[in-house]
């Protein structure tokens, strides 16, 4: 009898490595899936809020017609950058570190312009009228 238990027992302990092997493989799978594929909800609000800062400092006449120009054709390369990252249906950690850095350039770009002193005289005289 002691020679038909030990099948029985190897079996079972067979199936129970077996399914911590697959349970194991299909959480490591399942892991890397969702550490590869990185969320752009905080990259699409910072571009938002940059956006506003341009226009809010254009109306000021803190911008130039060159600058403003400068500024959208910046974020606008922002966005290419975004969409390409996007396009394969997952953006990587190395894609949002790039995307983060050109917001940060960027960020530093808008902030250099509107306190360049450079005026848009007409712009700024209409907006202290409204």
Known sequence: MTGDAQPQERDTSM???????????????????????????????????????IEDARLRGDLTKREYRQLLEEQNRIADLERA??????VTSREVRELKSAQSEARENISNEEQDGQKAWLRRFLYKTR
Request: no cysteine; proline share 0%; hydrophobic share 45%.
């Open 85 to 90: 990252a996007k396009a394969d249906g997952r």
């Open 15 to 53: 199936k129970a490595i077996n399914t911590t092997v697959i349970i194991a493989t299909l959480t490591l799978v399942a892991s890397t899936g969702f550490a590869a594929a990185h969320s752009t909800k905080q990259i699409d609000r910072n571009q938002a809020l940059q956006f506003e800062r």
